[in-house]
């Protein structure tokens, strides 16, 4: 039996790790500061096979400003000269992450939430759309991008396949530095207690409506979503 503290844990704990590890990714590929000091960026410019749309269509469908949009596309132009990132690439930046967990599934997951275009590249234009989400948008915006994550059939719904899916993928990643140390059936008895919350008409399925409710009722997910507001490198 899980405890009222321990539940309320397993609760958030897929949601933090799905906002947290995504900014982490985003600070590998040069887009955000994730440091107290900013760390001059010296290295070479290089050319780029894909080249973004114009940064006033961008600066339009974000909540970036055009300064701030090249700061950001030459930050990416650094680390992806080619201009997209495949789902290797993904799996490569994670591996290193968690160096004693999986994270190749997870890695899966997170790159087809990235790319909206389902073309198998993630382009700079999608980068700056997950930030300007995960960094100023609404709540409902932040929620609802990671609902999109959870939905792996992309249908309008979780099941329970679909969160036990990423729950386990979260699970792998983590590896054996999780604590407490978690049993072999943790990520199915997670999924329980996910859905006992949030299916609230209990049909077998999550909408995004019962998703935001239920997030929006817990206040550690609250909290760990204003905390998000992380500057842009302007090295």
């Not at 339009?60 to 080619?82: D, H, I, M, W």
């Not at 932040?142 to 609902?147: A, G, M, N, P, V």
């Not at 899916?165 to 699970?171: E, F, H, L, S, W």
């Amino acid at each position: 039996m899980w405890s009222k503290g321990e539940s309320e844990g397993l609760q958030t704990l897929g949601i933090v790790v799905v906002i947290c590890s995504s900014l982490k990714l985003l600070h590998y590929l040069g887009l955000i500061d994730l440091s107290d000091d900013k760390i001059e960026d010296e290295l070479e410019m290089t050319t780029v096979c894909h080249r973004p749309e114009g940064l006033e269509q961008l600066e339009a469908q974000t909540n970036f400003t055009k300064k701030e949009l090249q700061v950001l596309y030459r930050g990416f132009k650094n680390e992806c000269p080619s201009g997209a990132v495949n789902e290797e690439t993904f799996k490569h930046i994670y591996a290193q992450f968690f160096p004693h967990g999986d994270a190749s599934m997870y890695a899966h997951y997170l790159f087809n939430a990235f790319d909206t275009a389902q073309n198998g590249s993630v382009k700079f234009e999608d980068f700056v759309t997950a930030l300007s989400i995960l960094l100023r948008g609404t709540v409902h915006e932040k929620l609802r991008w990671t609902f999109n994550l959870y939905d792996i059939k992309k249908d309008g719904y979780i099941n329970k396949e679909e969160m036990m899916d990423i729950v386990k993928a979260i699970y792998d990643m983590m590896g054996k530095y999780t604590y407490p140390v978690l049993k072999e059936d943790a990520p199915r008895q997670h999924v329980e207690v996910f859905f006992q919350k949030m299916d609230k008409n209990k049909d077998g399925v999550v909408t995004l409506d019962e998703f935001i409710e239920s997030c929006q009722e817990d206040d550690n997910i609250m909290r760990s979503l204003q905390l998000l507001k992380i500057s842009c490198n302007d090295g």
